[in-house]
Nanobody, 119 residues
Framework: QVQLVESGGGLVQAGGSLRLSCAASASAFSIDVMGWYRQAPGKQRELVATENSGGSTTYGDSVKGRFTIARDNAENRVYLQMNSLKPEDTAVYYC?????????????WGQGTQVTVSS
């Protein structure tokens, strides 16, 4: 089992910055991908950013150049630095982890943290 605990959400004005953090506890599992997704009211959950254990990153088109993901493999932590925030970035942000166990991949989600950007 993998448990994910997020922190760092909140209310910020447009143009401001926030930093999200996520800590993963994984006993016998090996986590190969960690990252962030978000879901705004009435919309589907979408990719924000992910990073694999080798350091390769993937970003959603709407956040490229503004958000930066960073991962601490040793501590099983992942961070999301969000700059130049826009009202359309308002959403619940979910930490995500893909863990491998005995050759199978399992997806895990955090409980979500609200990010609200005011105009």
């Amino acid at each position: 089992q993998v448990q994910l605990v997020e922190s760092g959400g909140g209310l910020v004005q447009a143009g401001g910055s926030l930093r999200l953090s996520c800590a993963a506890s994984a006993s016998a599992f090996s986590i190969d991908v960690m990252g962030w997704y978000r879901q705004a009211p009435g919309k589907q959950r979408e990719l924000v950013a992910t990073e694999n254990s080798g350091g390769s990153t993937t970003y959603g088109d709407s956040v490229k150049g503004r958000f930066t993901i960073a991962r601490d493999n040793a501590e099983n932590r992942v961070y999301l630095q969000m700059n130049s925030l826009k009202p359309e970035d308002t959403a619940v942000y979910y930490c995500y982890a893909r863990a491998m166990w005995r050759g199978f991949a399992y997806a895990y989600w955090g409980q979500g943290t609200q990010v609200t950007v005011s105009s």
